[in-house]
């Protein structure tokens, strides 16, 4: 089989765009020595471990039947990624993963795409987008993480106390997250009250300020659902800030490296973790399935498990911690 050759796509970024990001992953088109096609991607920013994860892991499957893959980041920009979708269909890809910068304004960009003809498959976070075709969707059970998330802070909380969600309601991801903690909380008969949810943009330095104001608004707080690690990072900081350590329980969601970590210093009460790996690989075998003719699941959801303390101290990929 041959090798997935990456290059670099030159990309301009506006003032914008967050740093850290200078560059997009690229790959060169199929050639007549190459059994396999192109397969391109656009992630919802390269800023979160968790989409690189994920593009890694497409790249890596992908080159196991001979395809190469372009690797493209929306950073958050909806107009970015209808751009990079663009691209893809100039190059004439075999197939384009998407997870959307905006579950709803992604509809322009996947209905170009089926007029084109090239398959649409979503990865984590799926399309609201009405008359815009996805093939398939792979992605974390969102729904059933957040109510994990909700019975972490009931457990950490004895039931009682007042929360906020640092939120992002621009995707459906993070919508079946926040449905899913309000479902369990109401079902579960427990005293617990949502005093309201905030944007933080799924950022940690968002979330900092956004929390920061939660704290000084609500002086009787005793917990935070923070709908990714780096909301919850961004959490932790301003209690910490706020001299509030110890009094007010943070749940995240995701189980990176350093939400792993906060969990093992209890800075993080708990996670539901979720396995990018996973998802881009199951995207890449769900892709090569349909282009050889198979009938594949529309949706393909993969569950999430609580991690704890207990569950970090155990952990080896954070012994040398």
Not at 60 to 71: F, M, N, P, Q, R
Not at 79 to 104: C, E, G, H, N, Y
Request: hydrophobic content about 40%.
């Amino acid at each position: 089989m041959a090798k997935a050759m990456v290059g670099f796509l030159a990309a301009g970024l506006s003032l914008g765009l967050l740093a850290g990001c200078g560059g997009e992953e690229g790959a060169e088109e199929t050639g007549p020595d190459r059994p396999g096609g192109v397969i391109g991607i656009s992630v919802l920013t390269m800023t979160n471990p968790f989409f690189k994860e994920i593009a890694d892991a497409v790249t890596d499957e992908a080159a196991k039947s001979g395809y190469t893959v372009i690797v493209t980041s929306a950073e958050f920009d909806p107009a970015k990624q209808r751009m990079q979708v663009k691209d893809f269909l100039v190059r004439k890809v075999s197939a384009m993963i998407l997870t959307p910068a905006d579950s709803r304004a992604v509809g322009t960009a996947i209905k170009e795409a089926n007029e084109a003809g090239i398959p649409v498959f979503t990865a984590d976070i799926a399309s609201l987008a009405e008359g815009a075709k996805v093939v398939s969707h792979i992605a974390t059970d969102n729904y059933s993480g957040g109510r994990q998330a909700a019975k972490a802070i009931i457990q950490a909380l004895g039931g009682k106390g007042k929360v906020a969600i640092i939120d992002h309601p621009e995707v459906e991801s993070v919508i079946l997250r926040t449905k899913g903690f309000r479902d369990e909380l109401k079902e579960s008969g427990s005293a617990i009250e949502i005093v309201g949810a905030w944007p933080g943009k799924g950022s940690k330095d968002e979330a900092f300020k956004v929390a920061q104001d939660i704290l000084t608004a609500h002086q009787d707080l005793a917990g935070i659902f923070a709908i990714n690690d780096p909301s919850a990072l961004g959490a932790c900081a301003a209690i910490e800030k706020k001299n509030r350590a110890g009094k007010i329980v943070v749940v995240g969601f995701d189980g990176q490296p350093e939400g792993k970590r906060a969990i093992k210093e209890g800075r993080i009460f708990a996670d539901p973790i979720q396995f990018p790996d996973e998802i881009g690989r199951r995207t890449v075998q769900t892709i090569m399935k349909y282009l050889e003719g198979e009938k594949v699941p529309p949706e393909i959801l993969i569950p999430t498990r609580l991690y704890y303390k207990a569950d970090a101290e155990k952990d080896p990929a954070l012994k040398a911690d």
